[in-house]
């Protein structure tokens, strides 16, 4: 079992990077924390128990940061126990992966590579929810890849064009 697409030379994944790469840090963090809400978030409290709050609190501080009402290391702090919630959550692979890529769509305010990991997690996240975490990979990377389709054009439509301060991102491969 796959807990993330990890092919850096994926079509899909070549294109959310171009694109990625011409926007400034506030675009991607808003872009990766508003998909993960709408997208991931009803993943996670779906197929876990609601009242585990840590990936809603990561999204909630990650934005107060955006804002200006807290300080890096709440929102951090929050970021992290999301990612201890994705640990725990390891017999689910689509709420381990939702937690996952929710995690890492808030850790892009302060480091904009980290909203790769919308599409690294949460495309796969997508396809287990949809799939089921026994499909096939012949199955899932196809729909993963269409996910990844959706979270490129859903940048496409926020994207700046002609960003005059686009983040410098090194890319890990």
Known sequence: MRKL???????????????IEGQSKTTLANW????AERELLPVWIRRVVPEDPRPQLSLALARDWLAGRVKLGPAKTAILACHAAARENAADPAAQAAARAIGQCAASIHSPRHSIGLALYGALALAYDELGADAPWVLLEPRAAGHCSRMLEALRAVSVNGETNPAAIRWPC
Do not use: H, V
């Not at 990766?32 to 998909?35: E, K, V």
């Open 5 to 19: 697409l990890s092919d850096w030379n994926a079509p899909y994944i070549q294109a959310l990077k171009r694109q």
């Open 32 to 35: 990766a924390l508003d998909f």
